[in-house]
Structures are given as structure tokens and as C-alpha cells.
């Protein structure tokens, strides 16, 4: 168990982040228009 807390841990930890933080930039709800200005839906 140790070794996988110090081996395989943080590279889940960072995947977790990743895939939560575009998970959470979807559901922000921002779309960008075409003149460039961003909106809320």
C-alpha cells in the first residue's frame, strides 16, 4: 500500500484534476460570440 501511495497516487491525483477542472470549465457556461466579447448563456 505504501508504494503504490508513493508511486501511482499523484499521477491519479493529477488526472483527477485535469478531468475535473474541464469538467468544471463546461459547466461554467461562458460562450465566446464572434466579436470576440463573451456572453452568458
Partial sequence: MEQFIIFYAPF???F???VLSFWAAL???LV???DGET???
Fill in 27 to 29: 459547466k461554467d457556461g
Fill in 16 to 18: 483527477i484534476s485535469i
Fill in 12 to 14: 491519479i491525483m493529477v
Fill in 39 to 41: 456572453e452568458k448563456k
Fill in 32 to 34: 465566446a460570440s464572434d
